[in-house]
């Protein structure tokens, strides 16, 4: 079992900054890859971006040159240092981490981003 806390979210105006923090517990030997993804009003989930162990990146196209995913492997804390939002950022926002066993999500964490 994996378990999955994130913080950081809030209320920011368009332009700003937040970063967000998800903290694993648990089996976590068992993770390789984590990752955020937001899910607006209305919408489906979607991958914001994804960082395995070894600092391999991976980020969705709305969100590259603004958003950063770092990882602290002995922290086995994963961020989203997030700039320039927008209000299409608008969203909650998951932190999920993948196992050969089963996929782990977070509880969640609400960004709104003000015009």
């Known amino acids: 079992q994996v378990y999955l806390v994130e913080s950081g979210g809030g209320l920011v105006q368009a332009g700003g900054s937040l970063r967000l923090s998800c903290v694993a517990s648990g089996s976590i030997f068992s993770i390789n890859v984590m990752g955020w993804y937001r899910q607006a009003p209305g919408k489906q989930r979607e991958l914001v971006a994804t960082?395995?162990?070894?600092?391999?990146?991976n980020y969705v196209d709305s969100v590259k040159g603004r958003f950063t995913i770092s990882r602290d492997n002995a922290k086995n804390t994963v961020y989203l240092q997030m700039n320039s939002l927008k209000p299409e950022d608008t969203a909650v926002y998951y932190c999920n981490a993948p196992t050969l066993k089963s996929t782990y999500w977070g509880q969640g964490t609400q960004v709104t981003v003000s015009s």
């Open positions: 960082i395995t162990s070894g600092g391999r990146i």
